[in-house]
């Protein structure tokens, strides 16, 4: 069996591919709709595609992970996701582009709950606590595709010699990924006898509903704030992918340090108090207006939604591989399918206003958790005790 570094450094890579995937088109989403002339509800339908994608995998990724195991379906997922990144890039015209986004939304569910798998399983087997710093790298990724995107626009407008150099480095990614992942995976949880499907329990219904809000917040960021900087803020060409920047850089930052506020606060005070401050600071920018206090109160989402998809990953994971998978499902459905309805809100409204909304989703997550009762254990992360507090 690997060591823990080596297993630690090999599921590391898959998060950060999966960032440095979705950031890297997430961030040329301006040129792209200018080469294909989208309006404002366009750019929600193409985005609505791939979160289309991710919410009809969970079925097909719950059989996948039972014939192919995380391991394979991690390092397949990839390979397609590699494969749709040109796509994107080479499409010539909407409805291909919306066919390749639905391609990819299914291999990001895939990947999603895969790699979680793995990183649940790695802290099973060796009894060490990672998943925060799992997810730091997923930020880490879509940080360094961000930055790529902005000095690769300084050189040259060009899409596909953007993607190029991205698919090099995301093929690197797959190869240090693939030698030492995890052969074991959680164990399945028990059906009740004479039944295909039991309904989730109260806090597997929670945990996902958290989880999808979270992830509407954080994936917001991803797809709008290069869009919001240009057409709200009027940022310079240059400044546009550095709301991504600005946001995982926090994100990374705070992930780092996020299994010691678990230990010393608790799990659920950690989701808290960060959906309050995400929800606080982004609304407070767009009352505000300017380049300045949005990039601030992007640094304020990626600071305070942090450590939440953490703390709801290993609850779900202690509740067994279905609710993971299921709540999984809903991190990826939440990421993808939620941008969409704010460009919605933005075709009716203002990007502004869309903006806005997304203030209002970290302040759901936080409603979302207080029903979820975390039970301590003497130097140990918060537990989901199965129950909802009174």
Request: hydrophobic letters at 55%; charged letters at 10%.
């Given at each position: ?60 990724v719950a059989k996948l ?62 009894q060490r606590t990672t ?260």
């Amino acid at each position: 069996m690997p060591s823990f570094r080596r297993s630690q450094l090999s599921v590391a890579a898959l998060f950060c591919f999966l960032g440095f995937q979705y950031s890297t088109w997430a961030a040329r989403i301006p040129a792209l709709t200018d080469r294909l002339d989208l309006t404002a509800g366009e750019v929600g339908v193409l985005l609505l595609a791939a979160g289309a994608g991710a919410a009809v995998s969970f079925p097909l990724v719950a059989k996948l992970m039972a014939t192919l195991g995380s391991r394979r379906l991690a390092i397949g997922s990839a390979l397609v996701l590699l494969a749709a990144l040109a796509g994107i890039g080479a499409a010539p015209s909407y409805p291909l582009a919306l066919a390749v986004l639905l391609v990819d939304g299914v291999a990001v569910g895939c990947l999603n709950v895969a790699m979680n798998a793995q990183g649940a399983a790695l802290e099973a087997a060796f009894q060490r606590t990672t998943m925060a710093k799992l997810h730091a790298l997923f930020s880490g990724g879509i940080f360094g595709a961000a930055l790529l995107a902005s000095g690769i626009t300084v050189l040259t407008e060009s899409v596909a010699a953007h993607f190029a150099i991205a698919g090099a480095v995301l093929l690197l990614l797959v190869l240090a990924a693939w030698p030492a992942l995890l052969e074991a995976d959680l164990p399945a949880a028990e059906k009740p006898a004479g039944r295909r499907w039991a309904r989730p329990s109260a806090v597997t219904a929670w945990l996902g509903l958290a989880m999808a809000l979270a992830t509407i917040t954080e994936g917001a960021m991803t797809d709008w704030s290069a869009l919001y900087l240009k057409d709200v803020a009027g940022a310079a060409p240059h400044l546009l992918p550095l709301g991504i920047a600005v946001t995982s850089a926090m994100m990374v930052t705070a992930r780092l340090f996020a299994d010691g506020w678990r230990d010393r606060w608790g799990d659920k005070r950690v989701v808290l108090t960060g959906g309050v401050l995400a929800g606080a600071g982004l609304a407070t920018a767009v009352l505000t207006g300017g380049v300045v206090p949005a990039l601030l109160g992007f640094a304020c989402v990626g600071f305070g939604m942090a450590a939440a998809s953490p703390c709801l990953y290993v609850a779900a994971a202690r509740e067994g591989a279905s609710t993971l998978t299921m709540v999984s499902a809903m991190s990826t459905t939440g990421l993808l399918a939620g941008p969409p309805v704010i460009g919605f809100i933005a075709e009716g409204t203002s990007l502004a206003w869309g903006m806005g909304t997304v203030a209002v989703t970290a302040w759901l997550t936080v409603l979302c958790v207080l029903p979820v009762r975390w039970t301590r254990t003497p130097a140990a992360p918060d537990r989901v005790s199965g129950a909802l507090s009174g």
